[in-house]
């Protein structure tokens, strides 16, 4: 095992982790202190949970490696896993159930404070490298699930920051590229170098079938054609399940709109606007395929999102715009084939259920981070979003959830054969 030395994790490894824990703290200060026990999505935990959860995500996965005594063990415990329920088993925990912020605080700052005082200590090796990238890429993750739970919030349980900034506007035509056959790589070879979750590995060369895609992402304004055509209350469209889900919901439209007398509003996250028809539409798998069946089209696989992103350089960094941007304004970041918006706009829904790789190896330290959702039902989505920060904006980072979570910055294009 390499060693180098410890002055490389501070400028580097311990920098990131310090940016991303004023990042996820900085997300708290939008919120007035009486919606912390509030829980704006069902399917998630309670807004207080997450106070502590990033950093007993952080305490769990390192203290064994660094040799540290646990001092609050029921926390560890309480804090350690987020949910992702299935089948309707939603949590049925009160507010009571809960310890108080400044209990949740306290821990806290303590597990920084230990942290930070070992790792200045620790020699660099590839393992603590490992894990330092997991516990960075995971805050970053979580900060994205709080934007989008914040989003739920009613709007007088927020703060907007001061400079808060404007989507851009702009507008494309829509219209479909082809896309010719040929080879892809999927995944990350272990041998790179380069850090990745278990699920990234191992790379492997699929052969893509001709086929047209989308050039942008569809938008609200064309989501909207779908809404007035009585594309939700047709079940032609829809597979069963995705019927019945929509069906006992009451789903009538994306649950980033808001209904204004015979007219669409935006749910920004924090106010109420008129719907921006050329940003992306914002929708869950089951919703994106039932648009797509109404067009007559489909939605693309992973392999065919990843061919047709064939030279797309991701930014490395995101502007972290509240609410999505117009397509067709980041042109520069296009593919060789000319398809526009892959990376930071919106997450991109394929068809492609989330499954491992061949050779794939779970991580030792977090054995269940890709496993435990190799069920059948979850999606694999690609690209990134406006909250996704700029390090998972790589074409071989797999994000996944289940068909009816219609609360992701997710959107879609669609592919014909």
């Not at 994205?144 to 507008?171: R, S, V």
Request: glycine share 6%; aromatic share 14%; with cysteine.
């Amino acid at each position: 095992m390499n060693t180098y030395s410890a002055a490389s994790i501070r400028l580097d490894l311990l920098t990131r982790l310090s940016s991303g824990r004023e990042e996820t703290d900085r997300l708290f200060t939008i919120l007035k202190p009486s919606v912390l026990y509030d829980r704006p999505i069902s399917e998630r935990h309670r807004i207080v949970f997450y106070v502590g959860h990033l950093e007993a995500f952080d305490w769990n996965l390192l203290r064994g490696y660094l040799e540290l005594d646990r001092f609050h063990p029921e926390f560890d415990r309480l804090f350690a896993f987020g949910i992702d329920p299935v089948d309707g088993n939603l949590p049925s925990d009160q507010p009571s159930d809960w310890p108080s912020v400044s209990e949740v605080e306290r821990y806290r700052n303590r597990i920084r404070h230990e942290l930070d005082a070992a790792l200045a200590d620790a020699d660099e090796t590839e393992e603590l490298v490992q894990l330092m990238n997991i516990a960075i890429e995971h805050r970053l993750m979580h900060a994205e699930t709080l934007e989008y739970m914040f989003h739920q919030l009613p709007f007088e349980a927020k703060i907007a920051p001061a400079g808060l900034e404007l989507p851009i506007a702009g507008a494309a035509v829509p219209r479909m590229i082809e896309i010719p056959s040929g080879a892809i790589t999927l995944g990350l070879n272990r041998d790179s170098g380069k850090f990745g979750w278990d699920n990234e590995f191992e790379a492997h060369r699929v052969d893509v079938s001709r086929f047209s895609i989308d050039k942008h992402k569809v938008t609200n304004g064309q989501f909207a054609d779908f809404v007035r055509a009585g594309g939700y209350a047709n079940q032609e469209y829809w597979s069963q399940a995705d019927w019945n889900w929509k069906t006992e919901t009451g789903l009538q439209h994306p649950a980033f709109w808001m209904q204004a007398g015979d007219r669409f509003h935006y749910r920004g996250m924090f106010e109420e606007m008129d719907l921006p028809l050329a940003a992306p539409v914002y929708v869950s798998h089951a919703e994106a395929s039932a648009y797509a069946r109404w067009a007559g089209k489909a939605l693309p696989t992973e392999a065919e999102w990843v061919r047709a992103a064939e030279g797309a350089e991701a930014p490395k960094e995101t502007r972290q715009l509240w609410d999505a941007p117009a397509i067709g304004s980041a042109p520069n970041l296009r593919s060789v084939f000319g398809v526009e918006d892959l990376f930071g706009s919106a997450w991109e829904w394929t068809s492609s259920t989330f499954a491992p790789f061949p050779g794939f190896q779970p991580h030792p330290n977090y054995p269940g981070y890709s496993a435990n959702f190799f069920d059948g039902k979850h999606f694999v989505m690609k690209g990134g979003s406006i909250r996704t920060d700029g390090c998972m904006l790589r074409p071989t980072f797999r994000n996944w959830f289940q068909a009816h979570y219609p609360y992701v910055y997710a959107g879609f294009r669609c592919v014909t054969h």
